[in-house]
């Protein structure tokens, strides 16, 4: 019986390419029927973003120099690709960034109880299509909940930071792996892809894998 495909995704859920990305992924493993396990790992794009966050046209502009036009541009861009894929970008002139290391560490807690993925996508759905609070802990309890996870328990994981040291330790092995920029796919544990590749270039990579002698 062959293996399912592991996959391993670094990602932070305030990456609207992610999420992209990843349905781009789905559609070119549903294309090659490739039997996959995927594993979300932590990465931070925005480490020192201050927890009341911080207005994205002016997040941007301060880190890349993009301009109102270029910024609207990118946000319709953007808007139309996920709409293609089945994902609503619900940008706003008041839509934030926000600081996601405890959405990382609550995303860990859900691994431990088989439900990261789930946990994954309900935020990426709270952050881009319903505009919520990714800094505040009860927003993040209540997305928890949302699919079934205790709320209580939830809140109490990012109350005490029991896992602060989990995420900080695998962020770094990333980071020492090469990793900079989100999102990063690896596949069978040696062959990254970066960025939001498109489905047809997912497709063609996943049937080289097929193809591919056994090692």
């Known amino acids: 019986m062959t293996e399912p495909l592991r996959i391993d995704i670094v990602s932070d859920v305030m990456c609207p390419w992610c999420i992209i990305g990843y349905r781009q992924l789905l559609k070119a493993l549903e294309n090659t029927k490739t039997e996959h ?6 990465f931070e794009l925005n480490p020192k973003m ?4 911080q207005n994205v046209r002016e997040h941007l502009a301060e880190k890349y120099g993009s301009t109102p036009e270029q910024s609207a541009q990118n946000r319709t861009n953007m808007t139309k690709i996920g709409s293609d894929l089945e994902f609503d970008f619900n940008f706003t ?3 934030h960034m926000h600081n996601t290391f405890n959405t990382h560490q609550l995303l860990h807690w859900a691994g431990e109880h088989g439900r990261k993925s789930d946990l994954k996508l309900a935020m ?6 319903d505009g919520r609070n990714l800094s505040d802990d009860t927003v993040l309890a209540d997305i928890a909940s949302s699919i079934g996870l205790d709320h209580a328990e939830a809140h109490s994981v990012l109350a005490d930071q029991r896992f602060a ?6 962020q770094s092995f990333w980071i020492q792996q090469g990793i900079s920029g989100v999102p990063a ?3 069978d544990r040696k062959h990254l892809v ?3 590749q498109g489905v047809d270039n997912f497709t063609n990579i996943l049937k080289q894998l097929q193809d591919a002698p056994p090692a």
């Open 50 to 53: 201050p927890p009341e966050g």
């Open 124 to 129: 990426f759905s709270a952050h881009f299509t």
């Open 93 to 95: 002139d008041d839509s």
């Open 185 to 187: 796919v690896i596949f």
């Open 165 to 170: 040291d989990s995420v900080r330790q695998e």
């Open 194 to 196: 970066t960025g939001a």
């Open 37 to 42: 396990e995927v594993h979300w790992h932590p």
